[in-house]
């Protein structure tokens, strides 16, 4: 179900997402009608969502952990914002769209694998 997420909410709603899904693995994928559909990064550690609500508002999205897999891509101008699960948990689909119509679309696929073992590991230890 996607729920499209009211721009009074928006700031709130990143930082939550920042909050709960950080190191999840992603793709982020931008769809435009002038460049088609362009894979920016795959299987990268989520890093969290800055929002600048301003007279030109922008999102700020980074992914990765380190300098060799880090990168970072800002959405201006967004005119809607919404999210869809895709199952159980968190994981699910965030959907920024600019003024232009061109759509940023980060999928949350599952906890980053190292911070998987490290749960599993620090359960086991307990």
């Known amino acids: 179900m996607t729920t499209e997420i009211p721009r009074e909410q928006w700031?709130?709603?990143?930082d939550n997402l920042s909050k709960e899904l950080i190191d999840w693995e992603t793709n982020v994928e931008v769809i435009s009608d002038n460049n088609g559909a362009q894979m920016l990064?795959?299987?990268?550690?989520?890093?969290?969502?800055?929002?600048?609500?301003?007279?030109?508002?922008?999102?700020?999205l980074t992914v990765?952990?380190?300098?060799?897999?880090?990168?970072?891509h800002t959405v201006f101008d967004q005119r809607m914002v919404a999210f869809e699960n895709s199952g159980?948990?968190?994981?699910?689909?965030?959907?920024?769209?600019?003024?232009?119509?061109?759509?940023?679309?980060?999928?949350?696929?599952?906890?980053?694998?190292?911070?998987?073992?490290?749960?599993?590991?620090?359960?086991?230890?307990?």
């Open 11 to 14: 700031k709130e709603f990143f």
């Open 41 to 60: 990064s795959e299987g990268l550690p989520f890093s969290g969502l800055t929002f600048e609500d301003s007279e030109h508002p922008s999102v700020e």
């Open 64 to 72: 990765g952990t380190n300098p060799d897999d880090h990168q970072a």
């Open 88 to 126: 159980p948990g968190p994981n699910g689909v965030l959907d920024i769209e600019d003024k232009d119509g061109t759509k940023t679309l980060v999928t949350f696929l599952r906890p980053f694998p190292v911070l998987v073992e490290y749960v599993k590991t620090e359960m086991i230890s307990m």
